[in-house]
């Protein structure tokens, strides 16, 4: 294996490199406060616990999707399936935030909180804890409900780049 020593001057350069190399499923995580409801694409999504179940979610500071979490106490993940680039690429901002809803099927809970129908996962979230670290939020939900799609196909970013899943060799 080779090893690389980075210089503390470049590690900024090699750590995005290095994080080339994750592979993430892609998501687009919802919320909304009495007057907006808005949804960003997110792939700093992680499963924290199974007692209770949770996760966490990492936002930037400076996206309104964080500006409307800040009050909102529930939010949802919706796991994208390998075929909704297009939806992935609206919700980070190719699409006007009050236009991305006009693409994909969406839904609405009982208290307001869009969901993607037809999404590999629905994971409904209470908000549990807010952490800022730097320029983000580490946001921890639990989850309340799952909605799940049958077949496995999620879609996934890796190396700055859609791909799909195959099982290994
Ligand atoms: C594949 C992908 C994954 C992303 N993951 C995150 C993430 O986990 N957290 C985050 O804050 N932004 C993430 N972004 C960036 C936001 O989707 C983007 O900044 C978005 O447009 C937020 O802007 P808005 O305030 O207009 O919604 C990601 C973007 C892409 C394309």
């Given at each position: 294996m080779n090893t690389v020593t980075v210089d503390p001057h470049q590690v900024d350069t090699a750590f995005r490199a290095a994080m080339r190399r994750f592979a993430s499923t892609v998501t687009i995580i919802t919320a909304a406060d009495h007057e907006r409801r808005h949804g960003m694409t997110a792939t700093a999504v992680t499963s924290l616990s199974m007692s209770p179940p949770s996760l966490l979610i990492c936002l930037n500071q400076k996206t309104l999707l964080h500006d409307i979490m800040f009050r909102a106490r529930r939010f949802c993940v919706n796991v994208l399936h390998c075929e909704q680039v297009e939806l992935s690429a609206a919700f980070s901002g190719a699409v006007a935030a009050e236009e991305r809803f006009a693409l994909g099927t969406w839904s609405r809970t009982e208290d307001g909180i869009p969901y993607?129908?037809?999404?590999?996962a629905n994971l409904f979230c209470r908000k549990a804890a807010a952490i800022p670290y730097g320029t983000h939020t580490i946001l921890v939900g639990q989850v309340e409900h799952v909605g799940l799609r049958d077949a496995i196909a999620p879609l996934v970013y890796q190396d700055a780049s859609y791909c799909v899943t195959s099982p290994a060799a």
């Open positions: 993607l129908a037809d999404a590999q």
